[in-house]
């Protein structure tokens, strides 16, 4: 089944302790990208890659790294989370950027507390 | 949890009426625009887009229509179904680099 998995889906941390959330998918998709949902403010773009070893900023990049060294994962890490990191976050996948569509497949998400 | 659904304007419809759904987007360099739909404890789910060169698109039950003059994009939804029930957002991109996304839209369908 074609599919973005994510894990873990939930994780409650302290702030400070260094966390990986990983993103893998199965689709040999180019483009993966991490989104962060906050009520009332929508979804917004951390950081996203075009291809393995290729990655740029979004919208909220700051208090996050991305490494891409393999086109399969797209983990996402905070090495030293703060409770405004606390929110409900969206790996995503999609085609090459060549592909005629934009269509992206999304993860089941990952709800991160930070105390 | 808190519902991402909480403080979002909401349209509310009967069943088997046409859905209209609006979005205004902010920047005219956008190329690409991506209608959405997000169903309670899921992840968003694709449901259209639409190039910056063309003014519709229609896909099963669903036309998006752009107006660039106005930068408006608008999702419709034929015979609205119960199953239609979700935060529907718009989203917007110049080239395919980053992905721009609207507030979203609470659509309640009831029977």
């Known amino acids: 089944e074609a599919q973005v998995t994510q894990n873990p889906r939930y994780l409650i941390t302290v702030t400070g302790k260094k966390l990986t959330v990983t993103c893998s998918q199965n689709?040999?998709?180019?483009?993966m990208s991490w989104y962060r949902q906050d009520p009332g403010l929508g979804l917004r773009q951390i950081y996203y890659?075009?291809?393995?070893?290729?990655?740029d900023k979004g919208d909220v990049p700051e208090g996050y790294k991305v490494s891409r060294k393999e086109k399969r994962n797209f983990p996402l890490i905070l090495e030293s989370p703060s409770p405004n990191q606390t929110s409900l976050y969206f790996c995503?996948?999609?085609?090459?950027?060549?592909?005629?569509?934009?269509?992206?497949?999304f993860g089941p998400g990952t709800r991160l507390t930070v105390t | 949890g808190e519902s991402v659904g909480l403080h979002l304007p909401t349209l509310s419809v009967q069943e088997g009426d046409n859905s209209i759904i609006n979005c205004a987007y902010s920047?005219?360099?956008?190329?690409?625009f991506i209608w959405y739909k997000q169903e309670s404890g899921k992840g968003p789910q694709f449901i259209i887009d639409?190039?910056?060169?063309?003014d519709k698109r229609q896909g099963q039950r669903v036309t998006v229509l752009l107006n660039k003059t106005v930068k408006h994009l608008s999702l419709q939804i034929a015979a609205t179904q119960p199953g239609d029930s979700a935060v529907y957002f718009c989203?917007?991109?110049?080239?395919?680099?980053?992905?721009?996304f609207g507030k979203g839209t609470m659509l309640l369908v009831s029977p």
């Open positions: 890659s075009m291809n393995v070893e290729v990655t």
């Open positions: 995503a996948s999609s085609l090459s950027p060549q592909g005629s569509s934009y269509e992206q497949y």
């Open positions: 689709m040999n998709h180019e483009y």
């Open positions: 920047n005219s360099a956008s190329d690409y």
């Open positions: 989203a917007e991109a110049v080239g395919y680099s980053t992905l721009t």
């Open positions: 639409i190039r910056s060169n063309m």
